[in-house]
């Protein structure tokens, strides 16, 4: 364990919470808007440290992470509760329950680190849930996965303060990281939250951390996928981070508030990836489709395919083991290290309580 700074200050009767952008004030006894992080006396603590709603071994791919360590497998898990109200949330009944006793694993960043050897696991995930809200539980738990040569991987909405920013990520060897529209309106609307915080996090990963970066956005039709939309996100995202971080664009499917709004087409996938060519990306995928369009990785400088993918299976692999293409001998950006894992489309329960001590 380490040392965490208390994401907490005193204002008048309250107490501040500075996790995220949020900044709940709180009384005696108060959760924030997470529900998960609660004022006791002076200090705002997690009430989720060491508990889970599970934990899972399935793909790297489906984090999605397509250009870290690819094919590899993933010990995942969350906890419950979120800083955002997303009102398209495709796992609200974590993120959004009330009820704690969602969390049936308890296990201690040890034993995670000592399952994640055990499983196999290439690295573990905070996922499921938004790892901000139990940022000390993931830190602690990251330290005692590389004590064990294990990955660390956020997946994450970015809706962070940049003190906790700082605390976080040099923590995560990668992050995907939504930015879910490029629209203020959008983020008040549909997430109850801002998007400039967001902004805020997505440059401050890629200049001043060594934590590899992708980036997933969730097209809804008729919100956030009108060509204004598309082309201010994919030009900002080339400008301010560069034409090498890989983007996923995933198709929405009705759920939770917004279970009777149309789904995605492939039309509207196919619009926002020529946005994104036109303003310079170059590694863009489509996710949460029946179809291989938009899943391979191409070289940038010959356009040869330097991997194939079906679903989460890699078909093909023509890259060295130092990440170049084979054809041309261009390096392709990434994590990559020789030839890649074969865990494929596996799903797989895992019971922690095995490696408790």
Same mark, same amino acid.
């Given at each position: 364990m380490t040392d965490h700074p208390s994401f907490s200050e005193r204002i008048g009767d309250k107490v501040r919470c500075t996790v995220c952008p949020r900044h709940c004030e709180l009384d005696e006894g108060q959760r924030g808007f997470c529900f998960v992080r609660q004022r006791q006396s002076d200090h705002v603590v997690s009430t989720t440290y060491g508990r889970s709603s599970g934990f899972v071994m399935d793909p790297i791919e489906k984090k999605p992470l397509y250009h870290f360590h690819p094919g590899t497998p993933v010990l995942?898990?969350?906890t %419950?509760?979120?800083? #955002?109200?997303?009102h398209f949330c495709q796992n609200w009944d974590m993120t959004k329950s009330r009820q704690l006793d969602i969390l049936q694993s308890e296990a201690t960043p040890g034993a995670i680190a000592r399952a994640a050897v055990a499983t196999g696991a290439r690295s573990v995930a905070y996922t499921y849930n938004d790892p901000v809200i139990f940022i000390e /539980? %993931?830190?602690?738990t990251a330290l005692a996965c590389r004590e064990k040569d294990i990955?660390?991987?956020a997946v994450t909405a970015g809706y962070i303060t940049p003190e906790a920013a700082e605390h976080f990520f040099p923590f995560m060897d990668a992050a995907n990281i939504d930015l879910k529209a490029? +629209?203020?309106?959008?983020?008040?609307?549909?997430? !109850?939250? %801002? #998007?400039a915080p967001v902004l805020e996090t997505l440059e401050y990963v890629v200049r001043e951390t060594d934590c590899w970066l992708e980036i997933t956005t969730l097209l809804i039709p008729g919100e956030n996928d009108s060509d204004e939309d598309l082309d201010l996100l994919t030009r900002w995202v080339a400008e301010h981070l560069g034409p090498t971080v890989p983007l996923h664009f995933s198709a929405f499917h009705p759920d939770y508030r917004l279970d009777r709004h149309p789904p995605t087409s492939l039309t &509207? #996938?196919? $619009? !926002?990836?020529? @946005?994104a060519h036109s303003n310079g990306l170059l590694h863009v995928y489509l996710g949460n489709v029946r179809s291989t369009e938009g899943s391979q990785t191409l070289c940038p400088h010959c356009g040869a +395919? #330097? &991997?194939? $993918?079906?679903? /989460?299976? &890699? *078909?093909h692999w023509n890259l060295d083991d130092?990440?170049?293409?084979?054809?041309?001998?261009?390096?392709?950006?990434?994590?990559? +290290?020789? =030839? =890649?894992?074969? @865990?494929? *489309?596996? /799903?797989?329960?895992?019971? &922690?309580?095995?490696? %408790?001590t």
């Open positions: 995942s898990f969350g %419950a509760g979120c800083n #955002l109200g997303c /539980y %993931a830190v602690d990955f660390n991987v490029f +629209s203020e309106n959008f983020y008040h609307k549909l997430c !109850a939250g %801002a #998007l &509207i #996938l196919r $619009r !926002a990836v020529k @946005w +395919s #330097l &991997i194939g $993918r079906s679903g /989460y299976r &890699i *078909t130092e990440g170049r293409c084979t054809t041309c001998g261009n390096r392709c950006e990434g994590r990559f +290290s020789g =030839p =890649p894992g074969h @865990w494929g *489309t596996r /799903y797989e329960r895992v019971d &922690i309580s095995r490696f %408790a």
